[in-house]
């Protein structure tokens, strides 16, 4: 099989090693449906099905896998609904749920992202934020609504919008878009959950969380069209998870 195949079996696998989780097959004649949920609550993270096309409103009869998630961020899902190949969950509460292909439409590192996203925003709350080891993350950083490179020629330590998924001590590299377009900063998260409250007809944020600026990059190293020919990254709307490869150049690791 090739690779966009066995996507629906690597990401069982990948649950198994990572959460410690095996699929259940609630129902009754149907073997292809796999819930995954939490040991403690009992609360589903993922949903894995295998529909027709048509079913979910794309052209074709062929059968394709999907994954529905949660994600309670409105702001974040109302960005990553934008993206190719993620649409209003099937079957589920369309408020809370997304459904997200698994026929290699949407990157495998972004399906795992996301993954992640539904999978703490279902844990125990005691359970919550104390999971996982740390993660690092691109965020993105629009100069239009704020001057980030004005702050942090000021102070090492500034707060910034609360991403969804993120914890204290994640790492962020900081995408600022245009008319720069490019990686520009290293940032370790000090503190998350800093309430806040802002809306407007641009950005509504509900929290923040405090980041020290770690390392500076040139303009010209980690530009968008790189991270588009050589790390397959086409699009940074809001937190998303860094393949491996392009935290090692970002590091300046051996691969």
């Known amino acids: 099989m090739g690779k966009k195949a066995n996507l629906r079996e690597r990401i069982t696998k990948y649950i198994s090693d990572q959460y410690a989780v095996d699929p259940e097959f609630p129902w009754e004649g149907d073997s292809t449906s796999a819930v995954f949920r939490h040991r403690e609550n009992k609360k589903w993270f993922a949903l894995i099905m295998d529909l027709k096309k048509e079913t979910i409103g794309l052209s074709g009869k062929e059968v394709i896998s999907v994954m529905n998630l949660k994600i309670d961020d409105i702001l974040l899902r109302d960005i990553v609904l934008h993206e190719e190949g993620i649409m209003p969950a099937y079957h589920m509460n369309k408020m809370h749920w997304i459904t997200v292909l698994l026929d290699g439409t949407v990157p495998e590192e972004r399906v795992l992202d996301l993954l992640s996203v539904s999978f703490e925003a279902t844990l125990p709350g005691r359970r919550k934020k ?17 001057d980030v ?4 020629s000021k102070d090492d330590v500034i707060d910034w919008k609360q991403g969804a998924g993120i914890n204290t001590g994640d790492t962020v590299y900081m995408y600022v878009g245009a008319p720069v377009s490019a990686i520009l900063y290293k940032c370790k998260v000090l503190k998350t959950d800093i309430p806040y409250d802002n809306k407007d007809k641009n950005l509504t944020i509900r929290s923040l969380m405090s980041i020290r600026l770690i390392k500076r990059y040139n303009r010209d190293e980690f530009t968008f069209k790189k991270l588009g020919e050589e790390y397959g990254i086409f699009a940074i709307r809001g937190p998303r998870g860094v393949p491996n490869s392009l935290r090692c150049d970002l590091e300046g690791e051996e691969k």
């Open 149 to 152: 490179e004005a702050a942090f």
């Open 130 to 146: 104390k999971e996982r080891p740390a993660k690092a993350w691109i965020i993105p950083a629009n100069p239009k609504y704020y």
